[in-house]
């Protein structure tokens, strides 16, 4: 990409070692500037770096065997890079890059609402609202990226009333979220697209068909401060690499700022 535009995208693999060609024909078709990958499900010594390298990309990752596992991409080598949040190191990294601060976290699932992992999901996200008080500004150019298990909107998933018990459309968890996004984070993706429905990043692997029927989520996400949200000049997701073989049950989420 030019000097002047920052390309970046965020994208949640499912195993980087089983998409590791089809997230390398993406960036050689793409050229973007920034990458973060959530769910790589690799140990750190058994993770790709080797190729990604040399495809002409730096790579810096924190994963552990089986699940979980964030992962950043870039053009220029990434400087100040420092991984966790109070300790749950493979589910988020930070590195400034271009100037930029990148956050990238994929953030627990919660399994069910009746279930421990559900509250500690809402406590995730409030010591995450903590990280962000205590290390940045609102007038810092900061860029979070990932796979935050939240779809924000009715709009962001394809049946509202069906799914509003879900863990990743839970009434608790859309405000848990939203008390990070009232920080100052500006979404990105709906900054452009403020009123499109059907705009989904996830597609169950369980559901027939599921891109074709659209039977989606959007709870992948670029969010921005305002500062640099103002830079943005387009953001769209990438449909069409859900549909490969052997695809991730997500798939890209693409935006560009102008510098």
């Given at each position: 990409?030019?000097?002047?535009?920052?390309?970046?995208?965020?994208?949640?693999?499912?195993?980087?070692?089983?998409?590791?060609?089809?997230v390398?024909?993406?960036?050689?078709?793409?050229?973007?500037?920034?990458l973060?990958?959530?769910?790589?499900?690799?140990?750190?010594?058994?993770?790709?770096?080797?190729?990604?390298?040399?495809?002409?990309?730096?790579?810096?990752?924190?994963?552990?065997?089986?699940?979980?596992?964030?992962?950043?991409?870039?053009?220029?080598?990434?400087?100040?890079?420092?991984?966790?949040?109070?300790?749950?190191?493979?589910?988020?990294?930070?590195?400034?890059?271009?100037?930029?601060?990148?956050?990238?976290?994929?953030?627990p699932?919660?399994?069910?609402?009746?279930?421990?992992?559900?509250?500690?999901?809402?406590?995730?996200?409030?010591?995450?609202?903590?990280?962000?008080?205590?290390?940045?500004?609102?007038?810092?150019?900061?860029?979070?990226?990932?796979?935050?298990?939240?779809?924000?909107?009715?709009?962001d998933?394809?049946n509202?009333?069906?799914?509003?018990?879900?863990?990743?459309?839970?009434?608790?968890?859309?405000?848990?979220?939203?008390?990070?996004?009232?920080?100052?984070?500006?979404?990105?993706?709906?900054?452009?697209?403020?009123?499109?429905t059907?705009?989904?990043?996830?597609?169950?692997?369980?559901?027939?068909?599921?891109?074709?029927?659209?039977i989606?989520?959007?709870?992948?996400?670029?969010?921005?401060?305002?500062?640099?949200?103002?830079?943005?000049?387009r953001?769209?997701?990438?449909?069409?690499?859900?549909l490969?073989?052997?695809?991730?049950?997500?798939?890209?989420?693409?935006?560009?700022?102008?510098?």
């Amino acid at each position: 990409m030019s000097d002047n535009v920052l390309k970046v995208a965020t994208y949640n693999a499912n195993s980087i070692r089983v998409r590791l060609e089809q997230v390398l024909d993406w960036l050689r078709r793409e050229e973007a500037d920034v990458l973060c990958i959530q769910e790589t499900k690799v140990q750190d010594q058994d993770f790709p770096a080797g190729p990604i390298r040399d495809a002409g990309y730096h790579v810096v990752f924190r994963g552990q065997k089986a699940y979980a596992g964030v992962a950043i991409i870039s053009r220029e080598e990434p400087q100040e890079v420092a991984f966790g949040l109070n300790g749950d190191g493979p589910r988020l990294m930070r590195a400034v890059i271009r100037g930029i601060t990148v956050v990238n976290t994929y953030v627990p699932q919660g399994r069910s609402p009746d279930s421990e992992h559900f509250q500690y999901k809402l406590g995730w996200f409030g010591r995450l609202r903590a990280f962000f008080e205590r290390h940045y500004s609102l007038d810092e150019q900061l860029l979070w990226m990932g796979d935050f298990n939240v779809a924000p909107e009715p709009i962001d998933v394809y049946n509202p009333k069906r799914l509003r018990n879900h863990v990743d459309f839970h009434p608790e968890a859309r405000a848990a979220l939203e008390r990070v996004r009232e920080w100052g984070f500006v979404d990105v993706f709906r900054r452009h697209h403020p009123d499109e429905t059907g705009q989904y990043t996830y597609w169950d692997y369980r559901a027939r068909n599921p891109v074709e029927r659209g039977i989606g989520w959007r709870v992948d996400h670029i969010w921005a401060t305002e500062p640099l949200a103002r830079q943005s000049t387009r953001a769209w997701i990438d449909v069409e690499a859900r549909l490969v073989e052997r695809p991730s049950d997500h798939t890209f989420l693409v935006a560009e700022f102008a510098l």
